[in-house]
């Protein structure tokens, strides 16, 4: 039996519109918003801290680093890195032998330029008053000479001390340089003594903080040498003087007196500084993404979720303190829509 054209036509419609009803039903269920799994905190009580945080190295009261003020080679060192030294204490010394050549010639250019003044001075003799302008000329002449060459002892006198290099400080050796016999220059650092009577904690503080940092607020040091541990101090200096970093940040030094730690000293150990601005012990505490702009919390209860105002205090890292609104072991919402 031959079907009918307007029949089969039909049918195509059919699947068609099959197709699209599925298509259909298929974005529906694949869109369709899934449950969203809700996530809670609990409030607690523990003590919070506001804190501004720098990085930082670890150092002495004062550092030395000596270096001769000319090249020359290296004649002796008497120090090596871990050693103590005091004061006014010889720490390496240049050869001289050169030096002592250049003295004796600046003192026999002395000589020479003080027997021409004395010849000068000889022929205007009982004539001071009837000088001559030529012999007021060859005396002055030799008068300069003469006070030239002085200036020239002078100066290899002062080479020999410069030869020499003493710590102006009391310390421990931290570097020096091993090897003697080696030529060094000016810029070449022979020793560095750090000065341990007290030990610091120097930290760059960005701009955006340093008005919140004053004289003798606690601080927390953690060095990264040392990860199980948390040295205690002061703030003791703030440089007055900002200073460039490498990331083109502006900070401030802030030197940080630590409180007798027991550690061993190794001079630019890294590390973190927490300066307390603010503490409170034994506070309530909810995590700061528990808590809307508005300062509202949602806490579970047995008939849902209930909004509350709360009152917040002081603020850590990762935890606001709450004052008023909530009590201890509520458990409330996570992240709440804004």
Do not use: C
Not at 101 to 122: G, M, P, S, V, Y
Not at 174 to 193: C, K, P, Y
Request: proline residues 3%; charged residues 20%; without cysteine.
């Amino acid at each position: 039996m031959k079907i009918p054209k307007i029949l089969r036509l039909s049918k195509k419609k059919i699947v068609v519109l099959t197709i699209i009803i599925i298509a259909i039903l298929g974005f529906i269920f694949f869109n369709k918003p899934k449950a969203q799994n809700l996530q809670f905190t609990q409030v607690k009580k523990q003590d919070i801290k506001s804190v501004v945080s720098s990085s930082g190295t670890l150092t002495g009261k004062n550092v030395a680093n000596l270096k001769f003020k000319s090249s020359g080679k290296l004649a002796y060192i008497n120090v090596k890195a871990g050693d103590t030294v005091y004061a006014g204490q010889v720490i390496a010394g240049l050869d001289t032998q050169q030096l002592s050549i250049e003295l004796q010639q600046a003192q026999n250019t002395l000589r020479d330029k003080q027997a021409t003044i004395d010849k000068a001075l000889d022929d205007v003799k009982n004539h001071s008053s009837d000088e001559t302008f030529t012999q007021r000329q060859t005396r002055t002449t030799a008068e300069v000479g003469r006070d030239n060459a002085v200036d020239s002892v002078k100066a290899a006198q002062r080479a020999f001390q410069d030869a020499v290099i003493t710590t102006p400080i009391s310390g421990v050796v931290t570097q020096a340089i091993a090897v003697a016999g080696q030529t060094v220059s000016s810029s070449d650092l022979i020793t560095q003594v750090v000065d341990l009577s007290a030990i610091y904690f120097d930290s760059d503080v960005d701009e955006a903080d340093i008005s919140k940092i004053s004289l003798d607020q606690k601080a927390q040091i953690s060095l990264d040498a040392y990860p199980n541990q948390t040295f205690n101090g002061v703030v003791s200096q703030i440089i007055p003087q900002t200073k460039t970093t490498s990331s083109g940040a502006t900070v401030v030094s802030v030197r940080i007196k630590l409180d007798n730690p027991r550690l061993t000293f190794v001079n630019g150990l890294t590390g973190q500084a927490s300066i307390i601005l603010s503490e409170v012990k034994n506070a309530l505490t909810l995590p700061q993404e528990a808590i809307r702009e508005d300062n509202t919390v949602f806490i579970q209860t047995p008939q849902g979720l209930k909004g509350e105002k709360v009152e917040t205090g002081i603020k850590s890292d990762t935890n606001i303190e709450i004052k008023k609104g909530v009590e201890e072991n509520q458990r409330v919402l996570l992240n709440p829509p804004r």
